[in-house]
């Protein structure tokens, strides 16, 4: 979903050093880094060609399904692959695996996780879509707002998800205060 990318979403790169501020500080306080990828298998009624509404891109085992080589994941940050079911589109977080095969609520309470800090792509599908169902769970959310970037495939999708998000008891917080919100090291 980077630029190059099948699926780029325009002017994502940019956002990329405040994602990987953002790990570092996690890395930092010992706090978990959690990454969702997209992972979709050659056919999917996700894309165009079969029915659904995007160009193919992060088909798995792919150089496309890759994450951009810039961004800084730990070693040992937890994968979570979605996208997989060729009959789904799969844009919330929680419809992901790790590689055992737990999905993402499953990882995030054997951790005794309560609370989560979103960013990355894009605003408007996967970012949207994840805080929400967050929420549904009963998790405190917080987007990172400057460390986001949405496709808006029609103007102003971006705002709505925003908006809708707010709504749903979702903060929308700047990366550059985390450090005074997360927990000490």
């Known amino acids: 979903l980077c630029p190059g990318g099948l699926r780029a979403v325009g002017g994502g ?16 306080r010992g706090l978990p880094v959690l990454a969702t990828r997209d992972w979709h298998p050659r056919i ?3 894309f165009k060609e079969f ?7 992060c088909v798995q ?24 079911d060729p009959e789904q589109d799969s844009y919330s977080g929680f419809q992901a695996v790790n590689p055992q095969g737990r999905d993402l ?16 792509l894009a605003t ?12 549904r769970r009963g998790l405190r959310v ?3 707002g400057d ?4 496709v808006d495939a029609t103007p102003g999708d971006s705002e709505a998800a925003l908006r809708e998000m707010r709504e749903a008891g979702v903060a929308i917080v700047d990366s550059r205060g985390l450090a005074q919100i997360l927990p000490p090291s």
């Open 13 to 28: 790169v940019a956002i990329g050093p405040r994602v990987n501020r953002t790990i570092g500080l996690f890395v930092h």
């Open 44 to 46: 999917t009624r996700h």
């Open 51 to 57: 029915g659904g509404a995007w160009p193919p891109h």
């Open 61 to 84: 085992g792919t150089k496309g399904a890759r994450f951009h080589p810039k961004l800084a994941l730990p070693k040992d940050a937890v994968i979570l692959s979605k996208g997989m």
């Open 105 to 120: 609520e499953s990882v995030l309470r054997e951790r005794g996780i309560d609370e989560v800090f979103l960013c990355g």
């Open 124 to 135: 408007d599908y996967c970012v949207r879509a994840t805080a929400l169902d967050a929420r």
């Open 142 to 144: 917080e987007v990172l």
């Open 147 to 150: 460390a986001i970037k949405g």
